[in-house]
């Protein structure tokens, strides 16, 4: 039996001296540079400026960032010495807010109701509508600024490009790396500031009642569609009493606050 058991620990040996000698050593690893992260191909840091809520710059390496990692609510186009709001994924400027146009509280008989987001001061809900917008913008002092306002056409077309359209995907002809919500709404229409039909969009002979003729609701006003035509001169005017998108803008007018977005 001392035999066997010998012979048996000498099997073991050689398993363990075998497996030892197939070892090898492992060579250390070189450590590897940090890699560089990759900059949005759409970033362009000569024409666009991002403001945060309060009105400051945000800072180089903040201005790299997409909006969910560091939001921003506002763009300055240096290009046109303008400030736009930037459409948010909630709150009280959610991108899938719609609106009807100036203080219109009546939808179209033809169209859905007006749903937005927005509320008073005291937190309470307020009509949909571009007037409502506005003042909400400037009651809360939005980047730093209180003349909020609809654009032009002409300002619309100064910021939007056909390059970043495509229709068949529904991409809007804007930077989206600045407005990444606008493509959600591709192909829509933004309210513009001028009216069509009546003097301010209202027919001054109101007969009470009567919608298809005269009454404080009938009008229409231009907007801009998000879409490769977005330029089109020619694009008829909408019912002020449809809902529909809004991104109100102003005019840089004084410097922006130097403070960097902490």
């Known amino acids: 039996r001392d035999v066997e058991r010998s012979r048996g620990l000498g099997d073991v040996y050689k398993r363990q001296s ?3 000698e197939d070892q090898q050593p492992i060579a250390p690893t070189e450590p590897t540079a940090p890699t560089e992260p990759e ?3 759409l970033v362009d840091t000569a024409r666009f400026d991002k403001i ?12 790299l960032l997409d909006m969910n990692v560091e939001p921003w609510a506002c763009v300055q186009d240096k290009n046109a010495d303008l400030i736009w709001q930037v459409p948010q994924a909630s709150g009280d400027f959610d991108f899938n807010n719609t609106y009807y146009w100036a203080e219109r509280t009546t939808n179209h008989r033809d169209y859905s109701i007006a749903q937005c987001s927005l509320l008073t001061k005291d937190g309470q809900p307020i ?3 571009t007037n409502a917008f506005i003042q909400r913008a400037n009651d809360l002092k939005l980047c730093g600024k209180t003349d909020w306002r ?8 100064s910021l939007l490009d056909k390059k970043y359209a495509n229709d068949a995907e529904n991409l809007a002809p804007i930077n989206a790396f ?3 919500f606008i493509s959600a709404n591709g192909g829509e229409l933004y309210w513009g500031n001028e009216a069509a039909d009546y003097p301010n969009g209202y027919d001054s002979i109101v007969i009470q009642d009567d919608w298809q003729g005269s009454n404080a609701q009938v009008g229409s006003a231009y907007g801009v569609w998000m ?3 977005f330029s089109n001169v020619k694009a008829p005017p909408r019912s002020a009493n449809e809902p529909h998108f809004a991104m109100p803008v ?3 007018h004084l410097t922006l606050p130097t403070t960097p977005y902490v």
């Open 178 to 180: 600045y407005f990444p």
């Open 150 to 157: 609809l654009a032009s056409r002409k300002e619309f077309n």
């Open 250 to 252: 102003s005019y840089t």
């Open 127 to 129: 009509d949909c509508n």
């Open 227 to 229: 879409d490769s035509d």
């Open 39 to 41: 900059i949005n191909p």
């Open 18 to 20: 075998t497996k030892s």
């Open 52 to 63: 945060n809520e309060v009105g400051a710059s945000l800072n180089s390496e903040q201005h």
